[in-house]
């Protein structure tokens, strides 16, 4: 069982830099999020998709750039690394928005990337 | 609008000891709850949730927590800690536009 699976899990870019985290799920889950979490803020969402074909900006989306590939696939892009979105990132899945009625996010196990 | 509050980013215990790990939590409507655990260099995953139903919930790894109303408050505990719950706990609740909103997390240390 894979479940949500993350690439790269280490990247270090300089500023300037532009790169593509990766993300699939094989649990047929309609909604696909990215977070960031840096020490003392928490979880961050920074764009989310509730089902394919569509994605909306989430508390943090400036830098970042999303596509829904398909049903399976969601990546997030940085087009101009900053050292500010040194971070690690986590690609979360779930049946519905929100978890739908279980109300459960599945997660990858992040990727950490250092921006000089 | 909903908002949580995890009161106190570290906690420490002894083996053994009781777990307490607090939440509060704002909501203008009945509020779904959720506790999620991090372990080091994990993913989260859900430890319980509260829906509707039976106020006190278990999870796993012996977990357990009450939604009361009253207090607006979904405090986690566990009788006894073990060395491998030393982790980061996050509190989340979802609300009626379905985002969740998740608290800035508490890091739970169990000495030996």
């Known amino acids: 069982n894979a479940g949500v699976t993350q690439t790269p899990k280490f990247q270090v870019l300089k500023t300037g830099q532009s790169m593509t985290l990766q993300c699939a799920q094989d649990?047929?889950?309609?909604?696909m999020y990215w977070y960031r979490q840096d020490p003392g803020m928490g979880l961050r969402l920074i764009y989310y998709?509730?089902?394919?074909?569509?994605?909306d900006k989430g508390e943090v989306p400036n830098g970042y750039n999303v596509s829904r590939l398909n049903k399976r696939e969601f990546s997030l892009r940085l087009e101009s690394a900053a050292p500010s979105q040194t971070s690690v990132y986590f690609c979360?899945?779930?049946?519905?928005?929100?978890?739908?009625?279980?109300?459960?996010?599945?997660f990858g196990e992040g990727s950490r990337l250092t921006v000089l | 609008a909903q908002s949580v509050t995890q009161l106190g980013s570290h906690v420490s215990v002894s083996e053994g000891a009781l777990v307490l790990l607090r939440c509060n939590y704002s909501?203008?409507?009945?509020?779904?709850l959720f506790w999620y655990v991090q372990y080091p260099n994990q993913g989260l995953q859900l430890l319980l949730k509260?829906?509707?139903?039976a106020t006190l919930v278990k999870g796993i790894n012996g977990f357990e927590a009450e939604f009361k109303k009253s207090e607006t408050s979904f405090h986690l505990t566990k009788p006894s800690a073990h060395m491998s719950d030393a982790a980061e706990y996050f509190c989340?609740?979802?609300?009626?536009?379905?985002?969740?909103?998740w608290g800035l997390g508490t890091s739970l240390a169990v000495n030996p």
């Open positions: 998709s509730a089902s394919e074909g569509t994605t």
């Open positions: 509260y829906t509707t139903g």
């Open positions: 909501s203008s409507v009945p509020p779904y």
């Open positions: 979360a899945s779930s049946w519905g928005l929100a978890g739908g009625n279980t109300g459960e996010l599945f």
């Open positions: 649990m047929n889950h309609n909604s």
């Open positions: 989340a609740v979802s609300g009626p536009n379905r985002k969740l909103i």
